[in-house]
């Protein structure tokens, strides 16, 4: 089930990339004293209160400017109320309410979302609180007061905001359905796989780059196996600005993977795999969902026997984080082996549901460790006691240790290869959990 959604809206400068960086505990958004710093919505997963949610901090917005940057920062700003599914809608007590407010506010109105209004920089709580009131006129509720900076009062606007997840409609989980969410740079050929996929034209294709804005479900059947597949729009690299610096417009890409059981990766086989190509795979592998890497449009080119093996190394050597998930060469255009994929997707789903019993867990762990002594450090040597499978969904695993600092990466890399050549887990990550063992 995907997260809720909450962006934070407001007027250039009022402090949301502040207020982003705070509640995500990382400086994730730039701040700057200059208007206009945040380009693009960038994103954060957030938890509060045992609810977990997608933040998206945007660029200010300035209703009435012609600027060329300021203009795409507003439709990004109106993009992300789109997709939210809480406002918060940030003003600044220090320069109190102006029209562009009023005029932010007219537009979170007609979104018909819930606001939250939030008054920042009340560094003060006895003697600037007084300054808050007038943001009552703008007609969305109680203001909040808080200081992004300090910080102060934000536990009661986080309380505002998950109360609002209630009333946000709830997706059926259909146990038998397998999502598989595609994805990849514009104009890769998602729509038109999906198109060929169920033979009817059910998404907009078109050779403008960005066409599918929206995340759209198909629900599909072949071999009485169900699927529902989530068409994306494509993740586009802005071009370099001032601060020379790349963000990407990535949140419903996000909420798609989110979704998904399996995730398609579509690569155009005429660019190769890109630098955009391997944050998109990171994507999907960081959150855990079986992967599959797609060449699209093998059709195109001009082939011979070792063209192939040449595209296979290229996608081992950039996506060298993901070794375990199966390559296709396929044409959205013709069909060619675009029903094998389904094989495929089957094969990883029942890999993403595999349980192993705990003796055989650790019959081979036994075995590994035999083979390959466990690391040592100042005289001190790991000892891996046990081990024992706690999810499905990604396969998670926790490691019993003597100390936890002595786990290096590269053992639990190879303790992972082990698990694979015993048992396959083709297409999905592994996921370890180290704990060390009480000593009582």
Request: with cysteine; aromatic share 6%; charged share 25%.
């Amino acid at each position: 089930m995907s997260k809720p959604i909450v962006a934070i809206i407001g007027r250039p400068n009022v402090g949301k990339s502040t207020l982003f960086n705070r509640l995500a505990k990382s400086r994730i958004s730039i701040v700057d004293d200059t208007p206009g710093v945040t380009r693009d919505r960038i994103y954060a997963d957030v938890e509060w209160l045992n609810y977990k949610f997608t933040m998206i901090d945007t660029g200010g917005i300035e209703p009435e400017s012609t600027d060329i940057i300021l203009s795409q920062m507003r439709k990004q700003a109106e993009m992300a109320i789109d997709d939210a599914d809480v406002i918060i809608f940030l003003v600044d007590v220090k320069t109190g309410m102006t029209d562009a407010d009023t005029h932010v506010a007219n537009m979170l109105r007609r979104s018909h979302k819930p606001v939250v209004v939030v008054v920042n920089k009340v560094d003060d709580m006895q003697t600037q609180t007084m300054g808050m009131y007038e943001f009552y006129n703008l007609g969305l509720g109680d203001p909040i007061p808080i200081s992004a900076g300090q910080p102060l009062n934000l536990g009661d606007m986080l309380d505002e905001v998950v109360s609002h997840f209630k009333d946000i409609p709830q997706e059926e989980e259909e146990e038998d359905v397998i999502k598989v969410a595609i994805i990849g740079k514009p104009n890769v050929g998602k729509s038109s796989l999906i198109n060929k996929i169920v033979g009817e034209e059910r998404v907009i294709v078109s050779d403008i780059a960005g066409t599918t804005r929206d995340s759209i479900d198909t629900d599909f059947e072949l071999d009485g196996q169900k699927y529902t597949l989530i068409d994306t729009a494509g993740v586009r690299k802005r071009k370099k600005v001032k601060e020379d610096i790349e963000k990407y417009s990535v949140i419903r890409t996000i909420s798609a993977v989110d979704r998904a059981d399996i995730v398609l990766i579509l690569i155009d086989v005429h660019e190769g795999i890109t630098e955009q190509d391997t944050k998109i795979a990171g994507m999907a592998h960081e959150a855990g969902k079986g992967c599959i890497i797609a060449v699209n449009k093998w059709d195109d080119i001009e082939k011979d026997d070792k063209t192939m093996n040449h595209y296979l190394k290229e996608l081992k050597n950039g996506l060298a984080y993901m070794q375990y998930a199966p390559c296709a060469f396929i044409s959205a255009k013709t069909g060619q082996r675009v029903v094998k994929l389904f094989e495929t997707i089957r094969m990883i789903s029942q890999n993403q549901n595999l349980r192993i019993s705990t003796g055989v867990l650790n019959d081979v762990l036994y075995e590994a460790t035999s083979m390959n002594q466990p690391p040592s450090d100042k005289g001190k040597a790991l000892k891996i006691y046990y081990m024992t499978q706690v999810s499905v969904k990604p396969p998670t695993f926790i490691l019993f240790v003597n100390d936890k600092e002595l786990m290096h990466f590269s053992y639990t890399r190879y303790i992972e290869n082990q698990m694979r050549e015993a048992f396959g887990f083709k297409g999905t990550p592994i996921h370890f959990i180290v704990r060390e063992k009480s000593k009582n």
